[in-house]
């Protein structure tokens, strides 16, 4: 959040070097997704010392997680993770006022609808499997 120049793909600690010489926002997505583990307990407690938020809600997040991120006290977002147009929209953060402030003291919201999960997960990947056939062929 709150970036004006683009940060370049790489180690982690880097990027979040770049998005604090910006003064941006770093929130982590669907961490404790376990359809899609990114990262063990370990890597998780680590990248946790240096964001300033985790996604507690992810529209195609098929198992619900934010009773997980609640559990460590810290500020929360929620998104789309919207991959199609039908997605957009269906998970959301709250917060009064200002959302910088709000995530220094903790008070943000998520909300939104699991309803369009499947098909936009379904969709997805039927994607890649025809991509990965005309790659092949």
Known sequence: YYLNE????????????GVRNQDGLISVSHPF??????????Q???VIRHVDALE??????ILPMTNRVKLLDRPVTGGSDGHF???????YTLFDGDLRMSL?????????THF???PGRARTSILKYV???IREY
């Open 6 to 17: 683009e940060i370049k793909p790489g180690n982690f600690f880097d990027v979040v070097d």
């Open 33 to 42: 997704d376990l359809t899609r583990q990114h990262y063990s307990k370990k």
């Open 44 to 46: 998780l407690n680590e």
């Open 56 to 61: 507690a809600f992810n529209c195609r997040e």
């Open 85 to 91: 147009t039908f997605e957009l929209g269906r998970g």
């Open 104 to 112: 220094k003291n903790n008070k943000t919201y998520v909300g939104g």
């Open 116 to 118: 369009f999960c499947l």
């Open 131 to 133: 991509e990965k056939f």
